[in-house]
């Protein structure tokens, strides 16, 4: 039933913004907390943001702490990744993620995942 899509992706400057969307036609997101998570080749996959179902509650890696921000929108059952100045080494494959339990933070521990959407910073 849960069947996470992202979109959003695509190619921008050095500098520039995007805003990349997780949405679900099965089930209602906002009972799960939200992660987002990137993989650039030949790297680790990274844990970028989450946001918890319990409280509203954020997390942000060091590597994107101030320049990303993660929210919702429950009428719209979605939620979003807007990403600003960003810089070639944010070009990844961007993966959406829901975890049931709803707490999300560093050790968010997904239950389900989207198959992601390439974002790709390049002048």
Do not use: H
């Not at 039933?1 to 949405?23: D, F, M, T, Y």
């Not at 009428?75 to 810089?87: E, I, P």
């Not at 933070?105 to 974002?119: E, H, M, R, S």
Request: with cysteine.
């Amino acid at each position: 039933q849960v069947q996470l899509v992202e979109s959003g992706g695509g190619l921008v400057q050095p500098g520039g913004s995007l805003r990349l969307s997780c949405a679900d036609s099965g089930v209602t997101l906002e009972y799960f907390a939200i992660g987002w998570f990137r993989q650039a080749p030949g790297k680790e996959r990274e844990g970028i943001s989450s946001i918890s179902s319990i409280d509203g509650s954020t997390y942000y890696a060091d590597s994107v702490k101030g320049r990303f921000t993660i929210s919702r929108d429950n009428a719209k059952n979605t939620v979003y990744l807007q990403m600003n100045s960003l810089k070639p080494e944010d070009t990844a494959v961007y993966y959406c993620a829901a975890e049931l339990a709803g707490f999300g933070g560093p050790d968010f521990a997904p239950d389900y995942w989207g198959k992601g959407t390439l974002v790709t910073v390049s002048s």
